[in-house]
């Protein structure tokens, strides 16, 4: 038989009428039926419509081919993926042996004359190309059988040679009658007879099965059903495996070949591409000249039905043509492509054209079956997938191996190929012992029968007992809910109540908690949100997610309980709602300060697959309020990869640059985001803060003025002007911006805190504390307002009342940085030297602070405060040698340079300040280190100093200019100058206030000299009052402008 595809157009499609499972002749499969053999309609027997089965359902082993000039007649498979077409004749006659060409098995010359009037043609059950099948009545032993015979026109090739004159299709006619007769297996379809009749005609008779093939049986099944075949495909493996002992390879299995029958058979159908080792291959070039023809695109996909082999099933050696190569396991090969289909309802591969699938079977791999069916045995998932692999040696060395393994599954046995868990392997032994298991469970069960009433009371004790434990516990909640409600335990009372609550975690408990968040007294919810952050209560996560819709909780302190709750858990599903519950509440308001430290602790997820520019910008969002720089920086690029042009980004982008002092890229996406979105208030403000920042102060009051032009209720815009007016020195145009930001967000914290600090400039200290304090009453967690109380203390010299202070924030947050170095300057002012040197070393230990903050405050307010100025200076070179941006390297470069003097180096720190000089920049410090350079004047300068960080700047750094020059009295008048100043926190500051000490305790007066700074241990004086001038002393070098991280 051949297995070769023929044209769709010589088949008819099957009528509706028939039945579900039908007749079909064993090792052949019907085409078109229907068609009359001899006229003869049987009176005897049901209509053949009602014993034949769908032509889809038929095997096809009466498909032979029929080879015309580049033509090839698709049998009645080709529509269903079965078949690729054989090298066609030039001469559109029937092709023959070349002459000396051996032949398969018996000599062909010899056939057995049929007896007349023995077989009793029904009807005409299938066509292919060269043959048709035909259901028939054997009349000698009155059974049915199916009788495929050869096609008249490709008998005979007219030679008189015995040997010869027989046709190539013949001959392979008879070699597949041959060989399926010589392969005698209960799951391989009986030939009964080959032979021939009077007129030529050569034919074979088989047995007749009535039953329908694997592949309409896989059809519709669920995985249950379908592996309730797999006891038919050990059959099949059987049956394959006692052909390859007989040296015989099929090259043509699949689904549709194998035929199960009513009664239980199981029986492999089709071998018409099957070849004997060893022997003649009739087919070989066949198949290899298609597979060449088809990879070279010589094959009209739509005429040629499907390829030799059919390619879902086809092992990677015969899609190549690579026909001496197929051997025993590429059965297996296709063997496991059954196995997989029964595992997963579909072949391993199922492209759109034959050529795909080819071509898909050469290159891409096979899923495993777990990936399409989950719930699919491990065990044959592994047996499949090693029975597929592209090379044959990883395969089973022969069906016989393949079978033993699915055998070992059935049985419960270990399969060899699939790696076990200790959790299998002690499952699988289980099963295998399932008798000695119930003995052992029988001997247990009668054992413990008499222990069985004991348990029985011991259990109804307990459970007593487990339920007066749980009426307690809910007791003891119920009286904490109770005195919640009253008020009856103070303020104090959230920390007591939630540790007690933790303490007795428990599912029930958890779930009371989770009811309470609904309860009508806010301190409840407040209670009830802490305590199951407190429990890391998996469970209440959703229950608390949902509290944060707008409609759902109103109350800004129970929100912060709950946001920070869900900080505490960690889970990454409340990321969104926590951060649109902080947007919602605005920057800086009590909402988005006291929940920072949570937010910042719920880990961030990927970005899922197909994300957009949108997606890219909100996960930068998360990231950047997460204080995840680096990685927002990557998903804002990743976001301008997906959208360039995307404006929110650019402007985002901006502000990150602008964070990390990235000055000139700042510049260009903010400028970028402005071009893009010409009406965006949001981007003309940032660009306000960056030009602000680089002290470019009339780019950046254009672009606040636009802002407020374009959305004039915009508070954000209006801080950020009232900023840059008091930088400006416009402190009463300043106060009025604040105002306005104040009355549209009365409770924005940061608003009140800056409107304090410009009376603090004004020296207004009642004003500014009232600021402060109405800050603080708002959001206690706003460290910055009473941070500047602590500042207001120190200046008012209230040191003990500024400590208190001080460690009301440390209370709260033990490593808040400005808090501590606060505590540290004043435990050296009021000569708790000791204290102090524990805190800094506190201070020290505290991780990703940026800027080198804790060096140079450790170099500056430790080290040069208390005279050990070799020790600054060695922790300042250390810093200057790290990479760092430019600016900051100019402002820590002048805090070096008075400490280089002071200790007698006068020019080695001049070619770096030269270089220095020559780096653009229009910023103050640049101006700065140009006056301390020479070229630009003092009185220039001191008409840049508009704002008060700005004169103490510029004071501190003439008042070391005059003392390099000997001019002593100038220098004394500088500092006092500075000194004046309300920025106490600042470096230079401290450096002035040292010149003044210095100078003011000379006794004497002494000119043209440099002299060392006194040693000072413990207490220092406060700030005196004006005395004569006094002698020279080494010059303290300028102070920096204040930087990020400079101030204690």
Request: proline share 6%.
């Amino acid at each position: 038989m051949s297995s070769h595809p023929m044209d769709p157009t010589d088949k008819t499609p099957p009528p509706s009428g028939t039945l579900p499972r039908g007749t079909l002749p064993m090792g052949g499969a019907p085409t078109t039926p229907g068609l009359s053999d001899t006229g003869r309609t049987p009176t005897h027997r049901a209509p053949i419509t009602e014993r034949i089965p769908d032509t889809h359902r038929m095997h096809s082993a009466e498909r032979e081919e029929v080879a015309t000039a580049d033509t090839f007649i698709a049998d009645s498979s080709a529509y269903q993926g079965g078949r690729t077409p054989s090298t066609p004749s030039g001469s559109g006659e029937p092709a023959t042996l070349e002459s000396g060409e051996p032949l398969p098995g018996p000599d062909p010359g010899t056939l057995t004359r049929e007896h007349e009037g023995r077989y009793q043609v029904i009807d005409e059950i299938g066509r292919g190309g060269i043959g048709r099948v035909l259901l028939a009545v054997d009349e000698h032993m009155g059974r049915e059988v199916a009788i495929k015979e050869l096609l008249p026109q490709f008998l005979d090739s007219g030679s008189t040679d015995p040997i010869t004159r027989r046709s190539q299709s013949e001959l392979r006619f008879l070699t597949e009658a041959r060989i399926t007769g010589n392969l005698e297996h209960p799951g391989i379809v009986p030939v009964y007879e080959l032979g021939q009749r009077a007129d030529g005609t050569v034919y074979y008779v088989m047995k007749l099965v009535r039953g329908q093939t694997l592949q309409h049986a896989l059809k519709g099944q669920d995985l249950r059903g379908r592996l309730n075949l797999i006891p038919r495909y050990i059959e099949v493996c059987n049956a394959i495996a006692f052909a390859h002992s007989h040296g015989v390879i099929h090259r043509d299995l699949k689904p549709d070949n194998i035929m199960l029958g009513e009664f239980g058979e199981t029986l492999v159908l089709d071998w018409g591409l099957a070849k004997i080792k060893d022997q003649k291959d009739l087919r070989s070039s066949e198949i290899a000249g298609f597979i060449n023809r088809l990879r070279e695109n010589h094959v009209s996909e739509t005429a040629m039905g499907v390829p030799m082999g059919t390619p879902q099933y086809m092992p990677p050696e015969q899609a190549l043509g690579d026909v001496a190569n197929i051997d025993e396991s590429s059965d297996v090969y296709t063997l496991g492509a059954i196995l997989y289909e029964i595992l997963t309802g579909r072949p391993p591969h199922q492209e759109k054209t034959p050529m795909q699938t080819i071509l898909a079977v050469l290159d891409k791999p096979i899923e495993p079956p777990q990936t399409i069916e989950p719930e699919c045995p491990p065990e044959l998932a592994a047996i499949a997938m090693r029975a597929l692999s592209m090379t044959k040696s990883e395969r089973y060395a022969s069906a016989a191996e393949l079978v033993e393994e699915v055998e070992s599954f059935q049985q419960g046995r270990l399969v060899r190929t699939y790696r076990y868990s200790n959790w299998e392997l002690a499952r699988r032994w289980a099963l295998r012992h399932r008798k000695l298991i119930l003995l052992v469970l029988l001997i247990l069960a009668a054992v413990g029968g008499s222990w069985w009433y004991r348990g029985v009371a011991d259990a109804r004790r307990n459970e007593r007992v487990e339920r007066q434990r749980r009426q307690t516990v809910m007791a003891r909640v119920d009286k904490i809910v109770a005195d919640v409600q009253h008020g009856s335990k103070g303020e104090r009372w959230i920390d007591i109540y939630t540790f007690k609550l933790i303490a007795l975690k428990e599912r029930l408990v958890e779930q009371k908690l989770i009811e309470l968040l609904e309860n009508p007294a806010i301190d409840v919810r407040r209670l009830a949100a802490r305590a199951l952050g407190g429990m890391n209560s998996g469970r209440a996560v959703k229950p608390l997610m949902a509290r944060l819709n707008e409609r759902a909780e109103t109350d800004e302190s129970v929100l912060i309980e709950i946001i920070n709750a869900l900080g505490i858990i960690g889970d990454t599903r409340a990321n969104d709602a926590i951060l649109s519950t902080r947007k919602r509440f605005g920057q800086y308001s009590a909402v988005w300060n006291q929940t920072s430290l949570a937010y910042k602790m719920i880990p961030q997820g990927p970005p899922v697959a197909g994300s957009t520019a949108a997606d890219f910008h909100e996960l930068g969002r998360s990231l950047e309020n997460k204080e995840q720089w680096d990685e927002a920086r990557q998903a804002y690029l990743q976001a301008l990869e997906k959208d360039p042009d995307y404006y929110r980004t650019h402007n985002n982008l901006g502000n990150l640059y602008k964070r990390q002092h990235m000055y000139d890229k700042a510049i260009f996406h903010l400028t970028r985001a402005v071009e893009l979105e010409p009406g965006s208030y949001n981007a003309l403000n940032n660009r306000g803060l960056l030009y602000t920042e680089v002290d470019e102060y009339e780019k950046a009051l254009i672009d606040f003025n636009k802002s407020l032009q374009l959305k004039g209720d915009n508070a954000s815009a209006l801080n950020n002007r009232g900023r840059l007016h008091s930088l400006m020195g416009n402190y009463k145009m300043a106060l009025a911006d604040y105002e306005k930001a104040i009355a549209l967000q009365p409770k924005n914290v940061r608003y009140l805190n800056n409107a304090g600090e410009i009376a603090l400039y004004n020296k207004d200290f009642a004003g500014a504390e009232q600021a402060f304090r109405k800050a603080v009453e708002l959001d206690p967690g706003f460290y910055f307002a009473r941070t500047n109380i602590v500042r207001l203390k120190f200046i008012q010299k209230s040191y003990h009342d500024a400590l208190i202070e001080a460690n009301i924030i440390l209370d709260q947050d033990p490593n808040f940085f400005a808090a501590l170095c606060w505590k540290i300057r004043l435990l050296l002012i009021i000569g708790r030297r000791e204290e102090a040197e524990v805190v800094l070393q506190q201070l020290k230990k505290l991780p990703n602070i940026e800027n080198f903050a804790t060096e140079i405050y450790e170099a500056m307010s430790w080290h040069f405060y208390l005279g050990d100025l070799e020790k600054a200076s060695s922790i300042l070179t250390d810093v200057l040698a790290r990479e760092m941006p430019i600016l900051l390297r100019k402002e820590y470069f002048l805090l070096h340079v008075p400490i280089r003097i002071m200790l007698g180096d006068r020019t080695s720190w001049k070619p770096e300040l030269s270089r220095l000089v020559k780096i653009a920049g229009n910023t103050w410090i640049d101006g700065v280190l140009r006056m301390l350079a020479g070229d630009v004047t003092r009185e220039e300068m001191r008409l840049k100093a508009i704002n008060k960080q700005r004169l103490l700047s510029y004071y501190t750094v003439t008042g070391v200019m005059y003392e390099m020059e000997g001019r002593i009295e100038e220098a004394l008048d500088a500092y006092r100058r500075a000194v004046e100043i309300v920025h106490v926190e600042q470096y230079d500051w401290m450096i002035a206030y040292d010149g003044v000490r210095r100078f003011e305790g000379m006794s004497r007066r002494i000119t043209g000299a440099m002299l060392s700074p006194l040693s000072v241990v413990g207490l220092r004086p406060p700030i005196p009052g004006p005395r004569p001038a006094p002698a020279p002393a080494p010059a303290p070098a300028p102070a920096p402008t204040p930087a990020p991280g400079m101030n204690p």
